[in-house]
């Protein structure tokens, strides 16, 4: 073999060499960016399933408050009833106090 073949040779191998780490440039760009493209997606599905889960959770503490006010609001008129039940038991008892109350002042 003659030098300028060697030569021809040993360009010719560069040249295919670099035509390989050009090609493994390109197919790790490409997967770089599909990498990124990728976890991008993940991330938007992570933050909706996030939000539907926060919703979820609020939805659940609004029907625990409203059974929560709801009993609250049922204790407060049974309550309620029964002070009004007693304070007319108590009317009687009360007109009759006054009445003597104030028959004492007057005779007094």
Do not use: C, P
């Not at 295919?16 to 990124?36: D, G, W």
């Not at 006010?69 to 204790?75: A, D, F, Q, V």
């Not at 304070?87 to 002042?105: D, G, P, S």
């Amino acid at each position: 073999m003659t030098r300028a073949e060697i030569l021809s040779g040993i360009k010719q191998a560069e040249e295919e060499a670099m035509a390989l780490v050009a090609r493994a440039n390109e197919t790790k760009n490409k997967m770089i960016s599909e990498a990124h493209a990728e976890s991008k997606e993940i991330l938007k599905r992570a933050d909706e399933d996030g939000l539907k889960y926060a919703e979820s959770e609020i939805n659940k503490a609004r029907k625990k408050i409203d059974k929560e006010r709801e009993k609250i609001i049922e204790k407060g008129a049974a309550q309620a009833e029964e002070n009004k039940t007693n304070a007319k038991k108590n009317v009687a008892k009360a007109t009759k106090f006054i009445l003597t109350e104030f028959e004492r002042a007057v005779n007094a």
